[in-house]
């Protein structure tokens, strides 16, 4: 229990015994009657929470959010409470960010976008518990105003939320202003299929082998450039057995992720032989270590120091250059195996979700509005019906037996063939690849 003791001069202290049996006390100094009863009460809410582990309830939490940082740091020096961070903008968006150690620094320096919003507009002074909805929907309008584009307009918005919802988190605001704020917005279209015949011409406009394996492996590889691209090193490819191990920068965060294996599909052989052969003695990469050391840096990895060059080769091989450069040979890869593998060996394959493939990977191209306008044009025919043996007065239908040399012969495919008359594949070869001329 925890009583208030009237001191001269209308002062007033709240004394409790604390879970050691260690007497505290609170110094209010001069406060009405009222309020000393009723701080407390809530120090005899935080006390029972303390000594039976439990967490605050929403009116007790929210007293202690609403209170001002003199009267928290009070009660935390009793240990009833956390002590109070710093709740001005500024500082608090600083703080927060460095300690989020599960983000890549690639992400941070995105973050740096939306902080300088923020703190543009409400200065860097400003204190969090002073920012109400009104000021977080004036914030969402004064971004529309600067003609951002909608996709940026929610990102900012969404870190908004995220730097709010934390500071929550930490009691140090009773409310999120950005709860209910947000923006409809979708990426436009910047989706290009990179033909086979586009990139032989990409590939036919470079001598400099070390860009040629870097068009191979994005393109017919599926990795993601520059991180996975620049990353490959030399003895990840397994020759013997047809494979490569890709390391993952972007996703070597997440238990398990720090790698995956693709096939060594067969467009990749001459360009990474070429590009083995080729290297420096010593050679650790597959790429030239130079590519990797000028696109990787403190904030992460950055693509501006590949895209010169290769938008020179892009126009040099006649074509026009297209939006994202290096996704769109990764998109048109996922999408090309899609058409012959199952979806989730083909996600596993290229490193991400179902989801993430059909939202961002997976491309409508020419080839699929030519296919369907040929199939339109064929009739469709019944399948042909086996021929009937009448006995015993019945009709029978009998199927072709296919015809077995020995009992451990099987037939090639199912006696009685579907209705449809298709879902049979060739079969695949899946011994390890022979190729004409050994690796360096």
């Not at 994005?218 to 991180?227: E, N």
């Not at 294996?261 to 420096?280: G, K, S």
């Not at 080839?367 to 019944?382: F, G």
Request: hydrophobic share 35%.
């Amino acid at each position: 229990m925890a009583s208030v003791v009237k001191r001269p001069g209308g002062h007033r202290w709240i004394q409790f015994v604390d879970p050691n049996g260690k007497r505290q006390t609170i110094r209010l100094g001069a406060a009405p009657a009222k309020t000393a009863n009723e701080v407390c009460g809530r120090v005899e809410g935080l006390l029972a929470a303390k000594m039976y582990g439990v967490a605050f309830d929403r009116d007790l939490a929210g007293w202690l959010a609403g209170i001002d940082a003199k009267l928290q740091n009070k009660l935390a020096a009793v240990g009833l409470c956390e002590a109070r961070e710093s709740a001005l903008l500024a500082s608090f968006i600083k703080a927060y960010v460095q300690g989020r150690t599960d983000v890549k620094p690639a992400t941070k320096e995105v973050w740096r976008q939306g902080e300088a919003g923020l703190i543009d507009f409400f200065g860097s002074d400003k204190p969090m518990r002073d920012v109400t909805p009104g000021d977080a929907d004036r914030y969402k309008l004064h971004l529309i105003g600067k003609k951002l584009a909608p996709m940026t307009v929610r990102k900012r918005l969404q870190f908004a939320t995220m730097v709010f919802r934390a500071a929550l988190r930490r009691r140090l605001i009773s409310e999120s202003p950005f709860a209910d704020v947000s923006i409809k917005a979708s990426m436009p279209n910047k989706e290009r299929f990179i033909t086979r015949e586009e990139t032989k011409l990409l590939m036919d406009a470079t001598t400099d082998h070390n860009w040629r394996a870097i068009i191979a492996l994005a393109r017919y590889g599926g990795l993601r450039c520059p991180s996975e691209v620049l990353s490959l090193t030399r003895d990840a490819i397994d020759w013997a057995n047809g494979r490569i191990r890709v390391a993952s920068p972007k996703t070597e965060h997440h238990p398990g992720k720090e790698s995956r294996v693709i096939p060594l599909f067969p467009e990749l052989v001459e360009p990474l032989l070429t590009a083995l052969e080729r290297a420096p003695e010593g050679a650790v990469y597959v790429v030239d270590e130079r590519f990797r050391k000028a696109a990787v840096g403190p904030a992460g990895w950055r693509s501006v120091n590949l895209r010169t060059t290769f938008q020179k080769i892009v126009k040099r091989a006649g074509l026009t250059p297209w939006p994202r450069l290096f996704h769109n040979l990764r998109s048109s890869r996922q999408t090309e195996l899609a058409e012959r593998f199952p979806s989730h060996v083909v996600c596993d394959w290229l490193g991400n979700s179902e989801d993430i493939a059909r939202k961002h990977y997976y491309q409508t191209t020419d080839d699929h509005y030519a296919r369907a306008l040929t199939d339109e044009a064929k009739p469709k025919q019944n399948p042909k019906q086996p021929e009937t043996v009448s006995g015993g007065g019945e009709s029978q239908s009998q199927a072709p037996v296919p015809v077995c040399a020995d009992e451990n012969d099987t037939p090639p495919f199912s006696a009685i063939p579907p209705a449809d008359g298709e879902g049979f594949e060739p079969p695949v070869d899946s011994r390890p690849q022979q190729f004409s001329r050994l690796p360096p």
